[in-house]
């Protein structure tokens, strides 16, 4: 059965790592509750974040090392001190940011979990029965943790280096292991039982207010992850567990060799066998922790792409098919109520299309597309139809005036000559973007925060293939204006949107 449709509104997409914070990565702090008052004060019905898994090397949320679990680094300090935990000396002793407005991961990686340790060590949380039904309630939870536990252990290796009996979980070896890392294996679930313990303080405080969470999850997990090691079955490697294969796109006129990501590739054929249920498992969890869940790469679950695993770019890749509809139904029956976003951009695949339709998921739009190509490009706001989700640019594009300032001046004169204004500056086109998003037929827009505030390409959150500089952008404290909230919220209102 196909899903409800959105209602005609409006949200922002906000990343927690980029709220203000003193903690040099945002948090589920103050500044969190802040926004989402300024969400309701701008007319806004939705908060969009991205993955909120632990990240790993580069940072991404997209690779992670769980597709259940939370990164530490969102848990907030000043509610530890609050529970006296730790002591705000204690925290300030540690530097947190070298650059104002951007995240230094390389530093949260070398301090946080100091004090996050030194938190641990004062609680008193296995005594709780909000911690003993949280362990029961999170069946993942075991696994983690030994996993996370076995990674400090051996230095961060992936769990591929680690000795043979641990990498391929004899029964031996995870005694021996949960035995001797026990320690560490509490620390790793008391860090999850404050990531939830807050996140789901912040989201019920969201909903009171008005506003609904979408949380953007990958479509594929990481190689080194804990599901992955615990599930190996579910996913195309080897007997020695490594991938042949793994996941990525062609080549198109963005990336002339593709991109290769590395993720292992599922094993659908098994999968089906069980009903699905890794997939099952996965979403039941997420319709829990958001109320909307953007799918990201929807594309890969009707067609996929699989590249050798040796290859050094995703030239020599193939499709294969996907489980489709299949897989659909028993997404659909885990998530109850719930409403899916299928992000189906790059590649056209009719395939995929008549999936999306057949769903009822809403597709997605991105403005930043729309002045390429012919009259007939799907992005231009007047071939949207409802069932929509439009951006003005996703975390993968250059921010709205970033974009703009980079076009030759050719290109320019369609957008200005599109707008009814041959004398537009950047600025005032990316004030028309947001009144064509708003005024179009499409029942739900979602702009880019930097978007809101106009910052330049300093402020984009990420260049697809490249390494060092990405997921860094912080907005500053009071950076979001009420004169930001105000325009934010004539439009809702003039656009019927509120």
């Known amino acids: ?44 019905k939705f908060w969009q974040v991205l993955p909120l898994g632990p990240t790993s090397f580069g940072d991404s949320p997209y690779q992670s090392f769980s597709a259940f679990a939370g990164n530490p680094y969102f848990i907030d300090f000043d509610f ?74 051996f230095e961060h290796l992936s769990w591929e280096e680690w000795p043979k009996d641990i990498k391929f979980r004899k029964k031996e070896a995870l005694a021996k292991y949960k035995k001797k890392l026990k320690k560490d294996i509490d620390f790793y679930k008391f860090l999850q039982f404050k990531f939830f313990e807050q996140w789901f303080a912040l989201k019920e405080y969201a909903n009171e207010k008005g506003i609904e969470i979408i949380g953007d999850i990958p479509v594929y997990v990481a190689m080194d992850s804990a599901e992955v090691w615990k599930s190996p079955k579910q996913f195309k490697l080897n007997k020695d567990l490594v991938a042949e294969v793994v996941s990525g796109v062609p080549p198109d006129i963005f990336s002339e060799f593709g991109q290769k990501w590395g993720n292992p590739l599922y094993d659908w054929a098994k999968m089906e066998k069980d009903g699905f249920k890794w997939w099952k498992n996965r979403m039941n969890f997420m319709a829990k922790m958001y109320d909307v869940i953007r799918i990201d790469h929807f594309l890969g679950l009707v067609k996929y792409y699989a590249i050798p695993a040796e290859d050094g770019n995703a030239v020599n890749g193939k499709y294969l098919k996907g489980p489709g509809m299949k897989l659909i139904k028993a997404i659909n029956e885990a998530v109850g109520d719930k409403k899916i976003i299928a992000e189906d951009l790059g590649v056209e695949m009719p395939e995929a299309k008549k999936v999306i339709a057949k769903s009822g998921y809403p597709s997605m739009k991105v403005l930043e597309f729309a ?10 706001p007047y071939n949207f139809n409802e069932n929509m989700v439009v951006y003005g640019g996703t975390h993968d594009n250059d921010t709205l005036v970033g974009y703009f300032n980079d076009l030759q001046w050719w290109q320019l004169d369609y957008v ?11 600025e005032q086109i990316v004030d028309n973007i947001f009144r064509e ?20 390409s300093k402020g984009r959150m990420n260049v697809p293939s490249t390494l060092g500089t990405n997921w860094r952008w912080r907005m500053k404290d009071g950076e979001f204006t009420p004169e930001h909230m105000r325009y934010l919220r004539y439009m809702s209102d003039i656009y019927g949107r509120l």
């Open 371 to 380: 002045f390429d190509g012919d009259r007939k490009n799907p992005h231009l």
């Open 80 to 153: 530890l001190i609050e529970e006296g935990l730790i002591t705000r000396d204690f925290v300030e002793d540690f530097k947190w940011s070298l650059e104002d407005g951007y995240v230094d991961y390389g530093l949260l990686f070398e301090n946080r979990y100091q004090v996050l340790r030194e938190a641990f060590a004062n609680s008193d949380h296995a005594k709780s029965e909000e911690y003993k039904t949280f362990v029961k309630e999170n069946d993942w939870l075991e696994d983690y943790a030994l996993y996370r536990a076995c990674k400090t252990h």
């Open 416 to 426: 200005r000559e599109y707008m009814g204004d041959s004398h537009m500056s950047v």
């Open 437 to 456: 998003a708003y005024k179009s037929v499409a029942n739900l827009v979602v702009f880019q925060m930097q978007d809101v505030l106009k910052i330049d």
């Open 1 to 44: 059965m196909a899903q409800k449709e959105f209602k005609r509104s409006a949200g922002i997409l906000m990343p927690i790592s980029s709220l203000p914070s003193p903690y040099g990565i945002g948090t589920f702090g103050s500044k969190a509750y802040e926004f989402v008052d300024h969400l309701e004060a701008s007319g806004q």
